[in-house]
């Protein structure tokens, strides 16, 4: 379990054992999007409903392989991802705002608030990696933060073709 990467990063001064906590933290998040995704996609109504299902689907999707991703690196780092579900709820940035109001705007909104959490995450992991000289976790982080910008963006559009008449 990743010995070489760890110590390389040590040798230039990162506090690995603090990366795998925000790596584990991000986990945490991307498997509470994912779900959250995934379930507003399944309770859905209103406008737009197929289109909006569709996106996100995707976007469920999307979160799942952004977990893959951060699990691999926390491995390399020589952590342990977050092993038992219970702990999402424990150490995540993001939270899980469980669906209530089922319309396809308020989803909408929600997830736009959840992306938009995201998009700090993986900016303050960008820059400890930076900082830290992790070229790997950067690129890693940069481009799930970019993954979560285009979320962003199709959800706004979406929300702005349901309420412009």
């Keep these: 379990m990743g010995k070489k990467a760890r110590e390389i990063l040590e040798k230039r001064g ?92 308020a989803l909408l909104k929600q997830n736009i608030d959840a992306e938009r959490c995201a998009i700090a995450v993986y900016n303050d992991i960008v820059e400890y990696a930076r900082k830290g000289g992790d070229t790997v976790t950067f690129h890693i982080a940069r481009s799930i933060m970019q993954d979560e910008m285009e979320h962003e963006q199709d959800l706004e559009d979406l929300l702005t073709d349901i309420t412009v008449k």
């Design 14 to 105: 990162m506090k690995v054992d603090e990366l795998i906590k925000k790596l584990n933290r991000a986990y945490a998040d991307e498997w509470l999007a994912y779900i959250q995704y995934w379930t507003g996609a399944q309770v859905a109504e209103g406008l737009m409903r197929p289109n909006i299902e569709a996106e996100m689907m995707e976007h469920a999707n999307e979160e799942l392989g952004h977990a893959k991703k951060v699990c691999d690196r926390i491995i390399e780092l020589g952590g342990t991802p977050i092993l038992d579900p219970k702990d999402y709820f424990k150490q995540t940035n993001c939270g899980y705002d469980v669906p209530k109001n089922f319309s396809t705007k």
